[in-house]
């Protein structure tokens, strides 16, 4: 069994008597990639900021990397944790190589390790330009390399892919991916939903500061039961027979002669093999699972009904 990279227990953080996160357990393991995801004001980044030992819980332990962080040093464990915080602010009079290597001391880590950071981060060629003239995709870039160094055994990072374009996003996830498979521990907290799917092992939904879901995306469809969508083109050519499709109750038209329906995961096979035996074939069939976006509507949902 591995041994967890953070554990909470029983975490609670108030800011005066306001609770900004409330009775939260978790654990996240080494290699694993944890989506952390949740509204404005959901309790993403005060999560991070315990973990890091920033701010202090008002109850409930925190281990990170072995030790209890509201005991130990903080700081000798933020050597082992790469953080990108969800704002990056640089000194504009700095390069992106001279910040390097500031963070590289302040972490007690190798200054000549920077350049295969820049490169991996595909900064090599304004490594000596001031940060002032960064854009912020750039600027980004330097956060992450900031994060990289040392090769920490906890990623932790807030928001990172926020205004970033597609082919950078994708740079990014890359990169993540690879900490991951070399048994880092990554935490990534985002809106971004859609783009996760692929790129997370595991999902946590927080909701007004509670931990609302923590699971697989797989765990997670099984358990918010949100339909499969079913969509069948019967193409234009073709005239679908009223009685079709059970008089079409519950399809609905989404264009001409395609029709959707909604059902749920255990039925889908039964209906897409009775559109295959149906006088007018379709043309083609597409089957939509639900999304990371129609699973987090869900447990929102859910507990706003409770
Ligand atoms: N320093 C602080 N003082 C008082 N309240 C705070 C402080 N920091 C956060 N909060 C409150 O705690 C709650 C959780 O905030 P947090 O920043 O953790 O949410 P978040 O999920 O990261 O949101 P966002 O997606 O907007 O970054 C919010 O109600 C916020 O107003």
Aim: charged fraction near 25%; charge should be positive; hydrophobic fraction near 40%.
């Amino acid at each position: 069994m591995s041994t967890a990279t953070v554990s909470l227990r029983g975490i609670t953080k108030r800011y005066g008597n306001r609770p900004a996160v409330t009775d939260v357990d978790l654990v996240l393991l080494p290699g694993e990639r944890i989506a952390l995801v949740g509204h404005n004001g959901a309790g993403k980044s005060t999560l991070i900021k315990l973990m890091l030992g920033l701010i202090r819980t008002s109850t409930g332990q925190i281990d990170v990397l072995g030790a209890d962080i509201t005991r130990h040093k903080a700081s000798a464990i933020r050597a082992d944790i790469g953080y990108l915080p969800e704002n990056v602010v640089f000194p504009p009079a700095m390069t992106g190589r001279e910040l390097l290597s500031f963070y590289a001391r302040l972490k007690r880590r190798d200054v000549a390790q920077n350049q295969s950071l820049l490169e991996r981060v595909g900064l090599v060629d304004a490594a000596d330009q001031r940060t002032s003239t960064y854009s912020k995709g750039m600027r980004q870039r330097l956060g992450l390399a900031q994060a990289l160094i040392g090769r920490p055994r906890l990623l932790l990072l807030d928001e990172p892919t926020t205004g970033l374009d597609p082919a950078l996003r994708r740079t990014f996830y890359d990169i993540i991916d690879a900490c991951a498979q070399d048994g880092a521990t990554v935490l990534l907290s985002s809106h971004a939903l859609a783009e996760l799917e692929s790129r997370s092992d595991r999902i946590v939904v927080m909701n007004r500061g509670l931990k609302v879901a923590d699971g697989t995306l797989a765990d997670l469809r099984a358990l918010a039961r949100c339909p499969t969508r079913i969509r069948a083109d019967f193409g234009t050519d073709s005239t679908l027979p009223a009685e079709s499709l059970g008089n079409r109750a519950g399809w609905r038209a989404v264009g001409v002669n395609i029709y959707e329906i909604a059902c749920a995961e255990p039925d889908k096979m039964a209906l897409v093999r009775r559109l295959m035996t149906l006088p007018a074939q379709p043309r083609d069939i597409e089957i939509v699972p639900p999304t990371l976006d129609d699973i987090y509507a869900h447990f929102l949902d859910r507990k706003a009904a409770e």
